[in-house]
């Protein structure tokens, strides 16, 4: 069982770094990029019986700081 | 007075911080970060600056998961006094001890220089020996040091006058210039700037003994 989990910056957290990549991309000549933003993707290998609460209680307490970043999980 | 330091892997301003807290007086015992209780009869747990497990995942995220955090935060809550030093601080942040989150700098490079602080509030046990309004001035040295609360928050900050330390100017973005703040019941402190860097001529500049030594007269006359 695997689950993936998207940490993003929550919508009007300033994001420098995504900032820095559409203004790259836009010197690179790419003009049509209207926003970046960067996150993080972290793939969990999970044993049997593990739940999607458990995974939740993981990104609440660890993976996402979520004063300032919002998570998404996706079990598969 | 017993003042603890704590070690992280990848801590390296922790023998600086022992030095700062040795010279203003205190006993001090350094504390592996799996230890699970610290040292009895201690006033003050200084967390060090440094690189924390590599500042994997955030900075600060996994030493704030660490035992002996666990240990520090129940400290805080019997209302010991803990100072929190750029990485430091962004373990207070990330264990919320303190509000608010440190950031990738605005201007995304690693910034390390003399940095030109105003002393915002003499009225806590770290801030205590200056004088209201105080320039000082502490070296900087940090690639997250982009101070940001919500607007609630920043107004409770100031209303509750609990930021100790703005920037002159702005080196990381912070928002209101914030440097350095303090708990509600005003026993911890988080700062980005460097005072354990100058407690000593042959550093260059002493403005960061007054910090230590605030801190040892307000912990003897307790």
């Known amino acids: 069982m695997k689950a993936t989990v998207t940490v993003m910056l929550k919508p009007g957290v300033l994001d420098p770094q995504g900032e820095a990549v559409k203004s790259a991309l836009g010197s690179m000549g790419f003009d049509g990029v209207e926003g970046v933003r960067q996150g993080k993707v972290i793939e969990l290998d999970l044993a049997p019986g593990t739940t999607e609460a458990q995974v939740t209680e993981m990104c609440e307490k660890l993976l996402a700081n979520t004063v300032i970043e919002s998570y998404r999980v996706e079990i598969a | ?222």
């Open chain 2, 1 to 222: 007075m017993r003042a603890a330091v704590l070690v992280f892997p990848g801590s390296n301003c922790d023998r600086d911080l022992a030095v700062a807290f040795q010279r203003a007086g205190f006993d001090t015992h350094m504390v592996w970060h799996k230890d699970t209780e610290l040292p009895e009869r201690l006033d003050v747990v200084g967390v060090p600056g440094g690189f924390s497990y590599g500042d994997y995942l955030r900075c600060g995220a996994i030493a704030a998961q660490s035992p002996i955090m666990r240990a520090v935060a129940g400290f805080a809550a019997r209302g010991g006094h803990v100072l929190g030093i750029c990485n430091g601080f962004q373990v207070l942040c990330e264990t919320r001890l303190l509000p608010g989150v440190l950031m990738r700098n605005a201007g995304l490079k690693f910034t390390c220089k003399m940095q030109a602080l105003t002393v915002e509030t003499t009225d806590s046990p770290f801030t205590s020996a200056y004088k209201p309004g105080q320039e000082i001035v502490i070296p900087v040295a940090h690639h997250d040091g982009n101070y940001q609360i919500d607007a609630d928050g920043l107004a409770r900050l100031q209303g509750e006058d609990r930021i100790a330390f703005a920037y002159e100017g702005n080196p990381n973005g912070s928002v209101a210039h914030i440097a350095g703040v303090l708990s509600e019941n005003r026993r911890v402190l988080g700062l980005m700037p460097h005072p354990e860097r100058v407690v000593d001529e042959a550093h260059g500049g002493t403005d960061g003994a007054p910090l230590f030594a605030s801190l040892a007269e307000a912990l003897v006359s307790a």
